[in-house]
């Protein structure tokens, strides 16, 4: 019996010692799962303080990214200065600023809304290709209405992927905060037309000539397809092409139910109606066209007031004007050619003086920027630039044979071959050969993209039409390249303007600065030397200005293009002539357009120093040389 009371004791010792490691083991576990449960709650925290804190971040970065002004008084003025900050021009009406959609019609409301966003009525402001592009740099400003809006209201473009996550967010607080229709009246009003012109109520003024309340849907239709793509579907240039989408956007209307389907044929035209209104001004048209594009690019829709200082000197762009006007009337005209442009720039590629044509025109390009020409003999100096980079010395013998290059077979003017030629006579004669023979030795693409590299912006082919002077440029382009002596062998940097910002009275605030890159040199300083040669050889002494120059001239297209290019110690200037119809002329180049040349440049350099191009040249390559170029005199260098 004993040994039993000492089993149910020893048993019941190990039940209570069991008892209490339990009750020991269950307040440790308690203890482990508060402190897991605290740190939880602490990272918990810690994470939703920085989402937080992100989430404040990105709000604070939207909202001074953002510009949600609006003035309902007035379309607020372009101030256009010239390089020493002289108002040339004070644009107005170009920003639509009172867009009302009580007094706006609603079936010219439909036509936008069928054009860029039939669903807009439906959806939550953002579509599915929206969200994809957050993880793109993809440019474009959004699929629908909401999203378009939503990035007209930041101050900078930007196409980063951070970007279009914060323009998504936006969208969708736009759609959340306002009615759709007070949605579209901002896109009515802050959406790129084309021309420098936003929104439908100034584009209806300048285009149509009357308020946009009585635009038929055909103009509107018009209107919606500039929007859509400004370029592509302007009325001015592209009449035919805008007619016929704004004939597929009218469908859309009838495909979508806001309009009976059997009235879309009889809205239909083949041409838009249009009547532009077009101001007089102190500029040249193509200037200020020139100015409004680029500010729209620089700045997009603004409530606000913008000063801009362009590179022009009103003195030396009057000079051109007049020039231009005359000789035309008295020379080129008589000899078949209707159009002339030129373009005088600065060795760093600032525009001093241009003329986009014999006479202003909305409904014509400009021909010194946007068209391109037939250019011969213009455009081989690319390949003499390249050759020289390789052998400095002008009197290098090189081939002058009918050798086939990439199945082509080149033919020279003058059609005699010497077998050997120097670089020097090559050029002087104008050879075919030479330029093929040495694209084909040095290798075609590589001198294609030297072109580029160099200043060339047009397209170029792939075989020896760019060596030989097929391929169609513009007139900058070929500015652009012969500057390249005078920019100490670097490309030019061709702008219109200097600096964009808006007007003291709204704040001042700086815009947009040109800052002249950062450009590999492109022409060693052997090759500039051999390049005088060349210039030197070509350059008709009977030109005659008053102080040393280069120039020279040719005829191209089969005599539908005429040329003339040369430059000083301090400008380059670039004439072209023909006609837009591609028409056969009788102007010489060396002759008609070297007359014209020089005089504007004797003109443009009244009272200028005297001083050679090589001193210049070698002068611009030292850093802190104390060198006063034109145009710098007592101005900040930025100028």
């Known amino acids: 019996m004993a040994e039993d009371d000492d089993d149910e004791q020893q048993a019941g010792g190990q039940t209570a010692a069991q008892a209490a490691m339990k009750r020991i083991a269950d307040r440790e576990l308690r203890k482990i799962r508060r402190q897991i449960r605290r740190r939880r709650a602490l990272l918990i925290a810690f994470f939703l303080s920085i989402a937080g804190f992100a989430i404040l971040g990105i709000g604070y970065s939207i909202k001074s990214n953002l510009d949600l002004s609006r003035n309902m008084i007035r379309s607020p003025e372009i101030r256009i200065l010239g390089y020493d900050g002289a108002l040339l021009e004070t644009i107005k009406g170009h920003y639509s600023q009172d867009v009302s959609l009580t007094t706006l019609p609603e079936r010219v409301q439909n036509v936008f809304v069928a054009a860029t966003d039939p669903t807009f009525y439906d959806h939550m402001g953002v579509s599915a290709t929206d969200f994809a592009r957050i993880f793109t740099s993809r440019e474009g400003t959004g699929s629908t209405i909401t999203m378009k809006v939503a990035r007209?209201?930041?101050?900078?473009?930007?196409?980063?992927?951070?970007?279009?996550?914060?323009?998504?967010?936006?969208?969708?607080?736009?759609?959340?905060?306002?009615?759709?229709?007070?949605?579209?009246?901002?896109?009515?009003?802050?959406?790129?037309?084309?021309?420098?012109?936003?929104?439908?109520?100034?584009?209806?003024?300048?285009?149509?000539?009357?308020?946009?309340?009585?635009?038929?849907?055909?103009?509107?239709?018009?209107?919606?397809?500039?929007?859509?793509?400004?370029?592509?579907?302007?009325?001015?240039?592209?009449?035919?092409?805008?007619?016929?989408?704004?004939?597929?956007?009218?469908?859309?209307?009838?495909?979508?139910?806001?309009?009976?389907?059997?009235?879309?044929?009889?809205?239909?035209?083949?041409?838009?109606?249009?009547?532009?209104?077009?101001?007089?001004?102190?500029?040249?048209?193509?200037?200020?066209?020139?100015?409004?594009?680029?500010?729209?690019?620089?700045?997009?829709?603004?409530?606000?007031?913008?000063?801009?200082?362009?590179?022009?000197?009103?003195?030396?762009?009057?000079?051109?004007?007049?020039?231009?006007?005359?000789?035309?009337?008295?020379?080129?005209?008589?000899?078949?050619?209707?159009?002339?442009?030129?373009?005088?720039?600065?060795?760093?590629?600032?525009?001093?003086?241009?003329?986009?044509?014999?006479?202003?025109?909305?409904?014509?390009?400009?021909?010194?920027?946007?068209?391109?020409?037939?250019?011969?003999?213009?455009?081989?100096?690319?390949?003499?630039?390249?050759?020289?980079?390789?052998?400095?010395?002008?009197?290098?013998?090189?081939?002058?044979?009918?050798?086939?290059?990439?199945?082509?077979?080149?033919?020279?003017?003058?059609?005699?071959?010497?077998?050997?030629?120097?670089?020097?006579?090559?050029?002087?004669?104008?050879?075919?050969?030479?330029p093929a023979n040495l694209a084909d030795h040095y290798g075609l693409l590589n001198v294609r993209q030297y072109a580029h590299d160099i200043g060339i912006t047009s397209p170029l082919s792939t075989d020896i039409r760019t060596v030989v002077g097929l391929d169609p440029v513009t007139v900058s382009d070929i500015a652009a390249i012969h500057t390249l002596p005078q920019s100490s062998g670097k490309p030019a940097f061709i702008t219109l303007i200097n600096s964009v910002s808006y007007t003291s009275e709204n704040g001042g605030q700086l815009l947009y600065q040109r800052v002249d890159p950062v450009q590999e040199k492109r022409l060693t300083d052997e090759a500039i030397q051999g390049s005088y040669v060349l210039y030197s050889s070509v350059t008709d002494p009977q030109v005659r200005l008053d102080r040393p120059f280069a120039g020279y001239g040719t005829v191209a297209g089969g005599g539908t293009d005429a040329w003339y290019v040369g430059f000083s110690s301090d400008l380059i200037t670039a004439v072209w002539a023909g006609n837009d119809a591609r028409e056969r002329m009788d102007v010489r180049g060396e002759v008609e357009l070297a007359s014209l040349w020089r005089l504007f440049m004797l003109d443009a350099h009244e009272g200028l120093p005297i001083r050679s191009m090589i001193r210049a040249s070698s002068q611009r390559r030292r850093t802190s040389d104390g060198v006063t170029d034109l145009w710098k005199q007592d101005l900040n260098a930025q100028n």
Do not use: C
């Open 152 to 434: 007209s209201f930041f101050k900078t473009k930007d196409n980063s992927a951070g970007r279009h996550f914060q323009e998504f967010l936006v969208a969708l607080w736009l759609d959340w905060s306002f009615d759709k229709k007070t949605i579209l009246r901002s896109y009515l009003e802050r959406t790129y037309v084309g021309r420098g012109i936003f929104g439908i109520t100034a584009a209806s003024r300048i285009w149509y000539g009357a308020p946009s309340e009585r635009m038929s849907l055909h103009q509107a239709a018009v209107l919606a397809a500039a929007m859509s793509d400004p370029e592509k579907y302007n009325p001015l240039f592209f009449p035919r092409e805008t007619a016929a989408e704004a004939n597929s956007i009218l469908a859309k209307l009838g495909q979508y139910k806001f309009i009976e389907a059997d009235r879309v044929s009889a809205l239909t035209l083949v041409m838009p109606k249009l009547d532009v209104q077009v101001e007089e001004n102190v500029l040249s048209g193509y200037v200020v066209d020139m100015v409004l594009e680029e500010v729209a690019d620089l700045v997009g829709y603004t409530s606000r007031d913008i000063e801009v200082v362009t590179s022009i000197d009103l003195k030396v762009q009057n000079l051109a004007r007049d020039v231009v006007k005359e000789v035309a009337e008295l020379r080129l005209k008589p000899r078949g050619a209707d159009q002339v442009g030129l373009l005088a720039i600065s060795p760093e590629g600032r525009i001093r003086a241009m003329i986009g044509g014999a006479d202003y025109s909305p409904f014509q390009r400009n021909r010194v920027t946007e068209v391109r020409h037939p250019a011969g003999r213009m455009i081989k100096i690319a390949t003499y630039y390249y050759a020289l980079n390789e052998n400095s010395d002008p009197a290098q013998w090189v081939r002058d044979n009918r050798m086939a290059v990439g199945g082509w077979r080149p033919i020279n003017p003058d059609h005699e071959y010497q077998g050997q030629i120097s670089l020097r006579e090559a050029f002087v004669r104008d050879v075919n050969t030479v």
